[in-house]
């Protein structure tokens, strides 16, 4: 078996990282602002999934398909943009991904809205938001890879749940702001509102994104935390790293995220629909739902991040997520079986938004430390390539849960939909878990 070479002693990472410690947090802004801006297209539209339906002149599975084509774009595009990420570095993905992203949403605005009552062909909408998925999916892994090459062990957690908290944070961005651009400019305004947000991630990713800066920095940015500090060299061979792609334990784990995915995306894609259809709501009262559950998740991502930090349980923290995950969207299902009960009953309608909003908090706020757990697992300079298996993942389900629910609806309605979500959880809360061993890259 290969060995270090170096007879030095290995860097201990454990207290923070070994780079500049202004400049880090720059990098992590600019990563937060880069996923939140594509976030805001890709958690935000689905908020107006109401107004597209009558905009567009869809029917409830036409809308499904159209609100999961841009994960399929994302699913489709993941794994090799990961992939370059590793090659390439995370600068020059993040830049082509948001700057072409960016067009993509500007050429929407002016050949796939509505105008008055002219409505594009369906081909425009479905190849637009397709491609956007397919752009946008060069953020995600990047920006993950950022994190993990300029932040320690012992900071991973917090500054990859705050960077996690990006998605949150544009889907709440999205719920406040693109269902009321639709209602006073159009969908031509949101296009071209989204556009300029992935510019201007664009600009702070050139400002502020690089690789460290040494190739002894690459070299400290590994998960060197697996060797103690002076440590012998002849004590720290190892086994020839054959990468993300050939090891199980973290396709175990990127089929635990996917998986609780689903349950999440439901809330995401379809929560607007059921509390209009379903529970009666006002477009106010959803969308306070909505912007309530994205800040909640947001707050439970950091929180967890550091909690996790500090405590180094991850394992059982995901653990707990999932099952509490599972009770919640039983419940769900449940205050859903006695629907007949709401359409008069204020009390009911206000437990089922509020049940809706805690139910998606819960399932959106484990993502911070499942990725970590994840790319620690890979080895931070492969953490690209973990990522893009984990994202491609993630989005396989978030293209498959749209075009699912309407027929579980039309099957056996919204309990239906609630109760496979718990499913879903349950069989994720195994695959979350990884085996205690981890090599060192």
Not at 136 to 165: C, D, H, K, P, Y
Not at 383 to 400: E, H, P, R
């Amino acid at each position: 078996m290969p060995c270090h070479a170096s007879s030095t002693a290995a860097p201990a990472l454990l207290g923070g990282s070994p780079f500049d410690s202004r400049h880090r947090w720059k990098v992590l802004t600019a990563g937060v602002v880069a996923n939140a801006a594509f976030s805001v297209a890709f958690s935000g539209i689905p908020m107006t999934a109401v107004l597209m339906r009558s905009g567009y002149r869809l029917d409830t599975a036409t809308l499904g398909l159209m609100l999961g084509l841009m994960g399929l774009g994302i699913a489709l595009s993941e794994l090799p943009w990961g992939l370059l990420t590793d090659r390439w570095g995370d600068r020059p993905v993040l830049l082509t991904g948001l700057s072409s992203t960016a067009a993509a949403l500007a050429a929407m605005a002016l050949w796939a809205a509505p105008h008055g009552e002219q409505v594009p062909p369906l081909s425009w909408l479905a190849g637009g938001l397709l491609l956007v998925g397919l752009l946008g999916g060069s953020v995600n892994g990047a920006s993950g890879r950022a994190v993990m090459m300029w932040f320690g062990e012992g900071e991973r957690g917090l500054a990859m749940s705050i960077r996690q908290t990006a998605t949150p944070l544009g889907g709440a961005i999205g719920a406040l702001l693109l269902p009321a651009l639709v209602l006073h400019g159009g969908f031509g305004a949101v296009y071209a509102v989204l556009a300029g947000l992935c510019a201007l991630g664009a600009l702070l990713v050139m400002a502020w994104v690089h690789e460290p800066p040494s190739s002894a920095g690459r070299t400290l940015a590994r998960d060197t935390t697996r060797v103690p500090a002076k440590v012998p060299v002849k004590t720290a061979c190892v086994a020839v790293d054959r990468g993300p792609l050939h090891d199980l334990r973290v396709w175990r784990i990127v089929a635990g995220i996917g998986i609780l995915c689903g349950p999440q995306f439901a809330v995401l894609s379809f929560g607007t629909v059921f509390l209009h259809d379903f529970g009666h709501a006002s477009q106010a009262t959803i969308t306070g739902a909505m912007v309530a559950l994205q800040v909640g998740a947001m707050g439970m991502r950091i929180w967890s991040g550091r909690w996790t930090d500090r405590r180094r349980n991850r394992p059982a923290y995901l653990r707990g997520c999932a099952l509490l995950s599972v009770l919640l969207f039983t419940a769900l299902g449940m205050l859903a079986l006695s629907g007949g009960l709401l359409t008069g009953a204020s009390a009911g309608r206000v437990g089922l938004v509020v049940l809706l909003a805690l139910t998606g908090t819960c399932v959106s706020a484990w993502h911070g430390v499942a990725y970590t757990e994840l790319a620690s697992l890979a080895g931070a300079a492969r953490a690209g390539t973990a990522l893009g298996m984990a994202n491609t993942s993630v989005f396989v389900v978030c293209f498959v849960t749209p075009l699912s629910i309407p027929h579980l609806i039309a099957l056996q309605g919204w309990p239906l939909v609630w109760f496979v979500a718990a499913a879903c959880a349950l069989v994720a809360r195994p695959l979350l878990t990884p085996s205690s061993a981890r090599p060192i890259p």
